[in-house]
């Protein structure tokens, strides 16, 4: 129990079950776990020292989320990619993002546009030596800032909850995209509209970024068929 002041401030542990699903979730989404891979409860177990019982729970959870499938009899494998959850990740992200961002260009203060610019400062590093996985977390420290900014941190929360399909195929994506500098220049116009308190320039700075953040979808089911649902038929954003 920890005191703020006078009045006592009850800290509830997070139960091992929910920091297993967040592993495997990050796991899942960041493509460390391929669509398709079989999961094992007692390897997954020893994995983390912690009993089955957990292991199962985080397991049903992500099953909810539509991320592992569960066959009776078969075993338990990574779900592979469904493209109708991409689109509607889209469409979510793009109406909370496009709302945070006309916010956060009200609100922006020197000190944010030097923390997004810092950010711009890493990724273009990332790029430069090519280390994906670096560019794709700043490249979401980015959008968590403007959240941030706007004053609803929890918006960032709903997103990234909505978008893990398509964060799976942008990480399959980086190695063989050319979008890498496109984006950087994309979050440049951004923090720019930001800096400017200008939320309408914002707002279509993030819709033009938005728009663009998935390309290449016939090129991934070409490159990497085995890794999406088998009636899944070319899609473009």
Same mark, same amino acid.
């Given at each position: 129990?920890?005191?703020?002041? $006078? +009045?006592?401030?009850?800290?509830? @542990?997070?139960?091992?079950?929910?920091?297993? $699903?967040?592993?495997?979730?990050?796991?899942? @989404?960041?493509?460390? =776990?391929?669509?398709?891979?079989?999961?094992?409860?007692?390897?997954?177990?020893?994995?983390?020292?912690?009993?089955?019982? *957990?292991?199962?729970?985080? =397991? =049903?959870? =992500?099953?909810?989320?539509?991320?592992?499938?569960?066959? *009776?009899?078969?075993?338990?494998?990574?779900?592979?990619?469904?493209?109708?959850? /991409?689109?509607?990740?889209?469409?979510?992200?793009?109406?909370?993002?496009?709302?945070? /961002?006309? +916010?956060? @260009?009200?609100?922006?203060?020197?000190?944010?546009?030097?923390?997004?610019?810092?950010?711009? +400062?890493?990724?273009?590093?990332?790029?430069?030596?090519?280390?994906?996985?670096?560019?794709?977390?700043?490249?979401?420290?980015?959008?968590?800032?403007?959240?941030?900014?706007?004053?609803?941190?929890?918006?960032?929360?709903?997103?990234?909850?909505?978008?893990?399909?398509?964060?799976?195929?942008?990480?399959?994506?980086?190695?063989?995209?050319?979008?890498?500098?496109? /984006?950087?220049?994309?979050?440049?116009?951004?923090?720019?509209?930001?800096?400017?308190?200008? *939320?309408?320039?914002?707002?279509?700075?993030?819709? @033009?970024?938005?728009?663009?953040?998935?390309?290449?979808?016939?090129?991934?089911?070409?490159?990497? *068929?085995?890794?999406?649902?088998?009636?899944? /038929?070319?899609?473009?954003?």
């Amino acid at each position: 129990m920890q005191f703020v002041g $006078h +009045e006592p401030v009850r800290l509830r @542990a997070v139960p091992v079950s929910v920091r297993i $699903h967040e592993l495997l979730r990050e796991r899942i @989404a960041n493509v460390e =776990l391929l669509p398709g891979a079989a999961l094992s409860e007692k390897e997954i177990s020893e994995s983390y020292g912690v009993s089955r019982t *957990p292991v199962r729970e985080a =397991l =049903l959870r =992500l099953a909810d989320e539509r991320l592992v499938d569960i066959f *009776p009899q078969r075993g338990t494998f990574v779900s592979r990619i469904r493209l109708d959850s /991409v689109r509607d990740g889209m469409v979510i992200r793009q109406a909370l993002e496009r709302a945070s /961002v006309r +916010e956060a @260009a009200l609100r922006a203060t020197a000190d944010d546009i030097a923390d997004l610019r810092l950010r711009l +400062e890493r990724q273009r590093t990332s790029n430069r030596v090519a280390d994906f996985t670096t560019f794709h977390s700043e490249d979401e420290g980015f959008h968590q800032k403007i959240a941030s900014i706007a004053g609803h941190p929890n918006l960032w929360r709903v997103v990234r909850q909505e978008k893990v399909q398509i964060d799976r195929c942008r990480v399959l994506h980086l190695p063989i995209s050319g979008r890498r500098d496109d /984006v950087i220049g994309e979050h440049v116009a951004i923090v720019d509209a930001l800096e400017r308190n200008d *939320p309408d320039a914002a707002e279509r700075a993030m819709y @033009a970024h938005l728009a663009g953040v998935f390309p290449g979808v016939d090129e991934l089911l070409a490159k990497h *068929p085995d890794y999406f649902e088998s009636h899944t /038929v070319s899609y473009r954003v």
